[in-house]
């Protein structure tokens, strides 16, 4: 069964402002305001690799429509059929649709200011944002795989994973990965973040600056607000119920 799920932020939708400028009479004339459709996503129930464009997208003020697919209706392989890599979550933006989270965050980073202010931050958030989707590739590894086996032993690695961008973090001194504006990567790295917490509450014990990204993600007021809704709580992290 699909079901349909409407997230509205305090903001309300996005917007569109036209303004016309009268030349002759040397002043502005604001056309309507024009009510965009919010974007939509086709998803799991389940966090998984949706988090960080939730929490983005939350942050930014922006409305965000969910259509939840049950296993069993994947399982039938109609959808799956539409998908360009045989996989969820689906994203549409317009008449644009996307396939691969990090497509997405880059697509929302590009459209709400989350890119860096040049080229040159731009391309050091796509390297930091590779991290990130190294180290989740190996905590998918761990929770799909290895979860009974090979906890503890992920866990002592773990360090050395964090260590990386807590240096990283220490050079710009911004309390951002890069520049002194929030990024797509910060948001990937912040859901990351709080599935490791989860799974390891002393995991960021060692590492003040993610500590402090952490806090400042959390203090957010739209984040909170994300945060402590029922209906983000109630959707478990991962598909296997391990965390």
Request: aromatic fraction near 8%; charge should be positive.
């Amino acid at each position: 069964m699909t079901h349909l799920i409407f997230i509205r932020s305090n903001s309300g939708r996005r917007e569109l402002t036209s303004i016309q400028a009268g030349c002759r009479q040397r002043r502005q004339h604001t056309r309507p305001t024009l009510t965009m459709p919010p974007y939509t996503v086709t998803y799991f129930p389940v966090k998984g690799r949706l988090g960080a464009v939730k929490i983005m997208l939350a942050d930014k003020g922006q409305e965000l429509k969910e259509v939840l697919v049950s296993m069993e209706e994947w399982q039938k392989g109609d959808l799956k059929a539409t998908c360009v890599f045989g996989q969820l979550p689906k994203f549409e933006d317009g008449d644009l649709v996307l396939f691969q989270s990090n497509a997405i965050l880059r697509h929302l980073g590009r459209n709400h200011g989350a890119y860096g202010k040049d080229s040159r931050e731009a391309s050091l958030i796509d390297m930091m944002n590779d991290g990130v989707e190294d180290l989740r590739s190996k905590y998918i590894k761990l929770i799909y795989q290895e979860y009974d086996t090979g906890k503890q032993a992920y866990l002592k690695d773990l360090p050395n994973s964090l260590c990386k961008f807590e240096t990283f973090m220490a050079k710009t001194n911004s309390g951002f990965l890069v520049g002194k504006e929030v990024s797509f990567a910060d948001y990937n790295l912040f859901d990351l973040l709080l599935n490791h917490l989860v799974l390891c509450p002393k995991s960021l014990d060692n590492f003040p600056k993610l500590n402090d990204l952490v806090k400042k993600m959390s203090a957010q007021p739209k984040v909170r607000a994300l945060l402590d809704s029922e209906a983000f709580k109630k959707i478990p992290i991962n598909g296997n119920g391990k965390q």
